[in-house]
């Protein structure tokens, strides 16, 4: 019988993991405290049964194989931890929560129910990035001792049908802004390089955008075997650019979103190799619940655990630290 999943958050990201789990054959129940965002999904998503809590859902004695979590970040300890509780196994959008205490929360609960979750940084399934993987494992570039992570996209344009002042990224207290919501580069240096040994960063709200978030982080993490790392995030930029550098003692590695691209050169003009992709956005979410639908299976969770998620926390606190108090903050590995 098809897996009956539970989707907890019907805005972008809720209707997109619903419509790829229907279209891999699941069942659908959706929640949110919002009828119109209900409505939305359900109109292009056929859906069993609709809630406006995780509450209301069990209470309706239906059986759930499992939970996608959704919705913004300051309520995905709470919902998580009924889930687990449920025995319902979790796919939970990043960040894990607002904050690391939080988060060491959710993964004490997960521990004790031994029920697995599964994390949506959901680059770590781009095949481009994969491939940068490989080629570092391999020493494409030699030693590296310079890596550039930067993402810049104006907020107004990543939800068009809506205003972005009422998008949760816009509201600190909800879990908005470039720190939290675009950690997916911290993670990703993390994925590639594990923790730095310390950073300093400034975490600020510079644009005239109409938020109580930040808007623009700039970090410089620092690495042992002379590597330091770069990360600039902005939600203000226009137009939108995502690319990581990363030059090593034998060449540069670049992989770029547009276009969609991983090249390597090693003279002094021009590339000595370009591969380039034709995987589209999509694909990656869909091998995220690919992976989920293992999970349920009985299958391990493997690309993403809870444990990498508190990382990136630690990261983030340590970004926090570093902005407020302008000083380099020293981590314990």
């Not at 993402?151 to 509201?171: C, G, I, T, V």
């Not at 207290?173 to 911290?186: K, N, V």
């Not at 979410?285 to 349920?296: G, Q």
């Amino acid at each position: 019988m098809s897996k009956h999943i539970l989707v907890v958050g019907s805005g972008s990201i809720g209707k997109r993991h619903a419509r790829n789990l229907h279209a891999l054959g699941c069942r659908i129940s959706s929640i949110d405290p919002r009828n119109d965002r209900l409505a939305e999904l359900a109109a292009e998503t056929p859906v069993e049964g609709q809630f406006a809590t995780v509450e209301d859902a069990l209470r309706a004695g239906t059986a759930y194989d499992g939970a996608v979590i959704g919705s913004p970040p300051s309520v995905h300890v709470a919902q998580t931890i009924v889930c687990l509780q449920a025995r319902m196994p979790v796919l939970l959008e990043k960040p894990v929560a607002p904050t690391l205490e939080a988060a060491t929360r959710l993964t004490d609960a997960a521990r004790a129910t031994a029920v697995p979750v599964l994390l949506g940084y959901t680059w770590r399934w781009w095949p481009p990035l994969r491939r940068v993987r490989e080629l570092l494992g391999a020493q494409a570039i030699g030693p590296l001792r310079h890596v550039q992570f930067h993402m810049s996209a104006h907020l107004a344009d990543w939800h068009p049908w809506e205003r972005y002042q009422d998008f949760f990224m816009a509201s600190r207290a909800l879990g908005g802004g470039a720190l939290l919501d675009e950690s997916h580069w911290i993670d990703l240096a993390l994925w590639l390089f594990g923790l730095p040994a310390a950073l300093s960063a400034r975490v600020e709200k510079l644009s005239d955008l109409a938020i109580d978030s930040d808007d623009n982080v700039d970090m410089l993490m620092v690495y042992p075997d002379n590597l330091r790392i770069n990360v600039h995030l902005d939600i203000y930029g226009r137009p939108h650019e995502k690319f990581i550098r990363f030059v090593g003692e034998g060449g540069t590695l670049l992989w770029s979103a547009d276009p969609n691209r991983v090249s390597v050169g090693h003279e002094s003009i021009g590339w000595t190799s370009v591969e380039d992709f034709t995987c589209e956005r999509n694909d990656m979410f869909v091998a995220v619940v690919e992976e989920f639908l293992d999970v349920l299976g009985g299958a391990p969770v493997t690309t993403c655990t809870l444990e990498d998620g508190l990382r990136v926390l630690k990261v983030i606190e340590a970004a926090r630290a570093a902005s407020a108090e302008g000083r380099t903050v020293t981590l314990d590995a």
